[in-house]
């Protein structure tokens, strides 16, 4: 089918003018504000070393496809191509899998899986195998799918943030929601306002989701190892840490082991 690899098949166009600054580049921004993916997921793999080595070292794969959905995000705005979307939304799609596997609190599985966590990583790559067979099925929707998973892990952050009297994880948790909130509003703005943004010629909205949701995925994910330590690593203290420098107002986090098992 060489349809899927033409410029412009895929179904999905956002606000910003294709084709303004390069013939060879369908959406200048929208491709060029997903390089924040290629440099935090280096920076997350070395800042989170000493942590993945205790923890599980299935974290690397978690921000590999970090790094990979840059890529292919980039490939999809230059050429609009069909395939391009479903590269993009598929790896999405096993990231978001990924951190589920490793990260989900074992209070939060199906009750008929008895906190059993290799049944419950099983669980997730059937589904998120099955889901990327359907993706190819309603390519439009895909990307509200997604981003409807992400409300289930808002749904959990909330539960853990009534739970919790740690500062530094409650102060996380409201960071990693305002900044999805943000980012997603930009998104929908993008999708479902674009002709008011074309008549004031604003067609930025999609690169804001792009640079907001690449610092809100490390934020996401250091929320959620505070919260699978409190059930998975008993005896062991992370420290939240930002890079470059703790000092400074904003930063990459991170956590530093300094090293009971608690009830949901």
Sequence with gaps: MPSIFAYQSSEVDWCESNFQYSE??????????????LIFGPLMIL?????AQKRSRYIYVFWVLFMIIGLFSMYFHMTLSFLGQLLDEIAILWLLGSGYSIWMPRCYF????????????CLVFITTMASTLLSFLRPTVNAYVLNSIALHIVYIVCQEYRKTSNKELRHLIEVSVVLWAVALTSWVSDRLLCSFWQRIHFFY?????HVLISITFPYGMVTMALVDANYEMPGETLKVRYWPRD??????????IRGDDKNC
């Design 24 to 37: 060879l580049v369908a959406e200048f921004y929208n491709t060029f504000t997903n390089i924040p993916f």
């Design 47 to 51: 800042l989170m070393y000493p942590y």
């Design 110 to 121: 199906p009750s008929f899986l008895e906190g059993n966590r290799s049944q419950f990583i």
């Design 205 to 209: 909205l999609h690169s804001i989701w």
């Design 247 to 256: 000092s400074w107002p904003v930063g990459l986090p991170y956590v530093e």
